[in-house]
């Protein structure tokens, strides 16, 4: 399916410099005012586009404002109000889980290093780099979504399937001064361009250099 070969580890340089010039300062999609709503946004996109994410949040940030409210949150409610988004029973759960981690432990404020942010309930690796890139620039590491995961193995950068191996071959291969644009790039590039079915590879600018070009339908 995917073609793992040198020619994409013999192009890194290439298609970091184009992936940056096409998305030059990528961001989130994810609709935010400030951390909280950042962090509570990423913990609800898992395995939910950002679009659907985006349709829940504004009423549920009315009624809860902050880690504080969200803490004494009732289960029953939060997980009305976030319904439309998959596995939302276990997601309400988390939200709630996370209020109260952060308001004990942390003060009411998000902790900005990766190893104190993923002891947040419903904060995993992924999220994590997500999190620190967006609100504070900081690159500890390379976002794998289900779109990193596909373009990483289609451009023959990893034949990994599993995204912390995935992330571990691309940390090795990607200069880390590029971590930051190449993880919300790749984003976008597969949200957008390298999409899981009929990619738009006429309008790729990797097209010239990607093993999988033209070849899936």
Same mark, same amino acid.
């Given at each position: 399916?995917? /073609?793992?070969?040198?020619?994409?580890? $013999? @192009?890194?340089?290439?298609? !970091?410099?184009?992936?940056?010039?096409?998305?030059?300062? +990528?961001?989130?999609?994810? &609709?935010?005012? @400030?951390?909280?709503?950042?962090?509570?946004?990423?913990? *609800?996109?898992?395995?939910?586009? =950002?679009?659907? !994410?985006?349709? !829940?949040? +504004?009423? *549920?940030?009315?009624?809860? +404002?902050? #880690?504080?409210?969200?803490?004494?949150?009732?289960?029953?409610?939060?997980?009305?109000?976030?319904?439309?988004? @998959?596995?939302?029973?276990?997601?309400?759960?988390?939200?709630?889980?996370?209020?109260?981690? !952060?308001? *004990? $432990?942390?003060?009411?404020?998000? +902790?900005? /290093?990766?190893?104190?942010?993923?002891?947040?309930?419903?904060?995993?690796?992924?999220?994590? $780099?997500?999190?620190?890139?967006?609100?504070?620039?900081?690159? =500890?590491? &390379?976002?794998?979504?289900?779109?990193?995961?596909?373009?990483? $193995?289609?451009?023959?950068?990893?034949?990994?399937?599993?995204?912390? %191996? &995935?992330?571990?071959?691309?940390? %090795?291969?990607?200069?880390?001064?590029? #971590?930051? /644009?190449?993880?919300?790039?790749?984003? *976008?590039?597969?949200?957008?361009?390298?999409?899981?079915?009929?990619?738009?590879?006429?309008?790729?600018?990797? /097209?010239? &250099?990607?093993?999988?070009?033209?070849?899936? @339908?």
């Amino acid at each position: 399916m995917y /073609n793992f070969s040198m020619s994409g580890l $013999n @192009n890194v340089d290439k298609i !970091v410099k184009t992936l940056k010039k096409k998305y030059p300062s +990528p961001r989130t999609e994810l &609709i935010h005012e @400030n951390e909280y709503q950042l962090a509570v946004a990423v913990m *609800l996109s898992a395995q939910t586009t =950002d679009k659907k !994410v985006n349709q !829940v949040t +504004p009423q *549920l940030f009315k009624k809860y +404002p902050s #880690w504080e409210s969200l803490a004494s949150a009732d289960l029953l409610d939060v997980q009305s109000l976030i319904k439309e988004v @998959n596995f939302y029973k276990g997601k309400a759960e988390r939200l709630i889980q996370a209020g109260r981690v !952060v308001t *004990l $432990n942390f003060g009411g404020v998000l +902790p900005r /290093n990766m190893e104190d942010l993923m002891k947040i309930p419903g904060v995993a690796r992924k999220s994590a $780099n997500v999190i620190m890139q967006e609100l504070w620039g900081i690159a =500890d590491g &390379i976002v794998v979504d289900t779109h990193v995961k596909r373009v990483s $193995n289609r451009l023959g950068l990893t034949k990994e399937q599993d995204p912390e %191996k &995935i992330e571990k071959d691309l940390m %090795k291969i990607i200069p880390k001064r590029s #971590w930051r /644009n190449f993880s919300g790039a790749m984003v *976008l590039h597969g949200r957008y361009i390298c999409t899981a079915k009929s990619p738009k590879c006429e309008e790729c600018p990797l /097209n010239e &250099i990607c093993p999988s070009a033209f070849k899936i @339908n």
